[in-house]
């Protein structure tokens, strides 16, 4: 076990406890000198101390790893492989030293090598972009209002307790724990004047939802099943009843144009459904009871399976959290249409995902959630769940599409989980993925799609591998 500078979490740990050093000292049957050297970032912790720590105080170890943001690792790695940088491979200990010691210029520099690459890709691509597919690729991931929301949310854990409380506050006070979801919805719009109808496919036209303000209709379409219509009814009443909350919340985030602000406001209202429906103490409590089971915790609150999940990668609440899960969602072709983290999983901001990830497999067996523990490249390893799921507004001339889910955390949390129960994680050998193939530089790799961006294809005429790209090492 690498030794870890945990100097400020020690720290925070002791007070949060009530202890002097010399007390956390004898129980740790340390010094005190030691403590101060540790708190002080003077002295690593060794591997025997964390064990200790985790012996005596009950708790996981990888609490109290180093205080990097997952995200921002994923892109200041990202980030220093640009060729215009003329880097050329770094040992990942100087990319972590850089990170432990400057965050914040970390994070600066991701900016300005995002602002470079936007810029090159747009004035490249400005005669015809389609001329270079791996242009198109990155300039669709250049959603600058998606990305900023996506990296609001995941600077608080995926959770906005605001909103998330006032949710949970009016499922209390409609009694949705006790009546009939939909009827309770109904009739809470209803005091609002508004009636809700539900109207053949050919009449909304493409349309799913249409609220009409004037006749004060909320259409529906038939092609909604029915947790989607709840859904949607609850998104309403977001807007209508929580429109000075989400408001607040948005101008707290001061986001610097109009299209983000509209994204956040779709965003929180949505968040506001979804802890409607699923209010956040019944909700943690029926993860942790029946151990996270998606299936079945979908049928108690009348949700969709992705929905249920999706609201696990959210139970982030200061004093009552849950297992800090990842979710995403992709389609057949891996293009990435969610993506939220309340760990440390990164997510890569431009390509889709690695091959080898059995979120891909699911699309072989649709409906069965697959298993899977995998290991990213600076050695972290994860326990991942993955299911197909049909989106809303399938037909016979226009099938619904079918997109795969994947929900995972930490693989120290796998024990919680009912889906780890047949899967020992200590003896178990993870599967190797990287971020995707533009990043990832594990060689031999038979579903290797792209070259890694700083590194040279070793081309050899004479011989023909699995691997379709190889490149040269260190």
């Not at 690498?2 to 049957?29: C, P």
Request: glycine residues 6%; proline residues 5%; neutral net charge.
């Amino acid at each position: 076990m690498t030794k870890l500078m945990i100097g400020r979490r020690l720290r925070v740990l002791r007070k949060s406890l009530g202890l002097t050093q010399a007390q956390m000292a004898e129980q740790l049957d340390i010094s005190a000198s030691y403590i101060t050297l540790i708190e002080a970032d003077q002295r690593p912790a060794s591997a025997k101390l964390l064990m200790r720590l985790a012996q005596v105080y009950d708790m996981n170890i990888s609490e109290l790893a180093p205080e990097v943001d997952a995200q921002l690792a994923s892109d200041f790695e990202a980030a220093l492989k640009d060729p215009a940088l003329e880097l050329g491979p770094l040992p990942r200990s100087e990319i972590e030293a850089a990170l432990q010691a400057s965050p914040r210029i970390a994070a600066a520099l991701v900016r300005l090598q995002g602002k470079y690459t936007e810029t090159l890709m747009r004035t490249q691509a400005e005669d015809n972009p389609l001329t270079d597919r791996n242009k198109v690729e990155v300039l669709g991931q250049i959603a600058r209002p998606v990305e900023t929301v996506r990296d609001w949310l995941y600077d608080h854990g995926n959770y906005v307790d605001a909103v998330d409380r006032a949710a949970e506050a009016l499922a209390r006070d409609m009694g949705l724990h006790r009546d009939e979801p939909h009827v309770a919805l109904t009739e809470r719009l209803s005091r609002h004047g508004i009636r809700v109808r539900i109207l053949p496919a050919a009449v909304m036209g493409g349309a799913l939802r249409r609220y009409d303000p004037h006749r004060k209709d909320l259409m529906l379409s038939e092609l909604l099943g029915q947790a989607s219509r709840r859904f949607q009814i609850g998104v309403l009443i977001a807007r209508l009843e929580y429109e000075t909350l989400i408001e607040e919340t948005i101008a707290a985030a001061a986001f610097e144009d109009r299209e983000t602000r509209s994204l956040a406001r779709v965003s929180l209202a949505n968040y506001f459904a979804a802890a409607l429906l699923m209010p956040y103490a019944r909700f943690l409590a029926a993860c942790e009871q029946e151990r996270y089971d998606v299936e079945l915790i979908s049928h108690r609150f009348g949700v969709s399976f992705e929905q249920a999940a999706h609201r696990m990668s959210t139970l982030q609440r200061p004093e009552a959290r849950g297992i800090p899960f990842f979710f995403v969602r992709i389609d057949r072709a891996g293009n990435v249409s969610k993506r939220f983290s309340a760990g440390r999983f990164p997510f890569s901001r431009f390509g889709g995902t690695c091959p080898l990830w059995n979120i891909h497999a699911a699309f072989e067996m649709p409906g069965q959630v697959q298993t899977q523990i995998i290991r990213m490249p600076e050695g972290t390893s994860y326990f991942s769940i993955a299911r197909t799921v049909t989106r809303a507004g399938g037909t016979h001339s226009a099938p619904a599409q079918r997109m795969a889910i994947g929900l995972g955390c930490d693989v120290s949390y796998a024990p919680r989980l009912i889906y780890a129960d047949r899967i020992d994680p200590t003896r178990s050998e993870p599967t190797d993925i990287g971020l995707n193939c533009y990043l990832c530089e594990r060689q031999n790799c038979a579903s290797r799609a792209q070259s890694p961006l700083n590194r040279k294809l070793a081309i050899n005429e004479r011989e023909r591998s699995l691997a379709l790209f190889t490149f040269e090492g260190d």
